[in-house]
């Protein structure tokens, strides 16, 4: 079956930085656009960044855009989230998702597959 596993989250101050991984198994990972999106408390689950099966394009989320790169290695199954000037409005649980449609990745719900998540928590 299709498992999405993040890793990578933590605590850490403000303008510190962290690296998100998902790993993948269970799907033909090159087929599949890959996206990171955040729920923080109290809040809708909200888009943070997309790319698509090869690598060549990428999406941010204006809150992120020159922040948080999103980046995925093909032969390793893995999409990675790299986290710079962290900021406390950045604490949230971060998920992995799976879509074999590119478009629409600024939808909340866009993935076939989820990931567990994984604590991401900035302090001041």
């Known amino acids: 079956q299709v498992q999405l596993v993040e890793s990578g989250g933590g605590l850490v101050q403000a303008g510190g930085s962290l690296r998100l991984s998902c790993a993948a198994s269970g799907l033909t990972f090159n087929m599949y656009a890959m996206g990171w999106y955040r729920h923080a408390p109290g809040k809708e689950r909200e888009f943070v960044a997309a790319?698509?099966?090869?690598?060549?394009?990428?999406n941010y989320a204006d809150s992120v855009k020159g922040r948080f790169p999103i980046s995925r290695d093909n032969n390793k199954n893995m999409v990675y989230l790299q986290m710079n000037s962290l900021r406390p409005e950045d604490t949230a649980v971060y998920y992995c998702?799976?879509?074999?449609?590119?478009?629409?990745?600024?939808?909340?719900?866009?993935?076939?597959?989820w990931g567990q998540g994984t604590q991401v928590t900035v302090s001041s």
């Open positions: 790319i698509d099966w090869n690598g060549d394009s990428t």
């Open positions: 998702a799976a879509s074999t449609v590119w478009f629409g990745f600024a939808n909340p719900d866009w993935g076939d597959y």
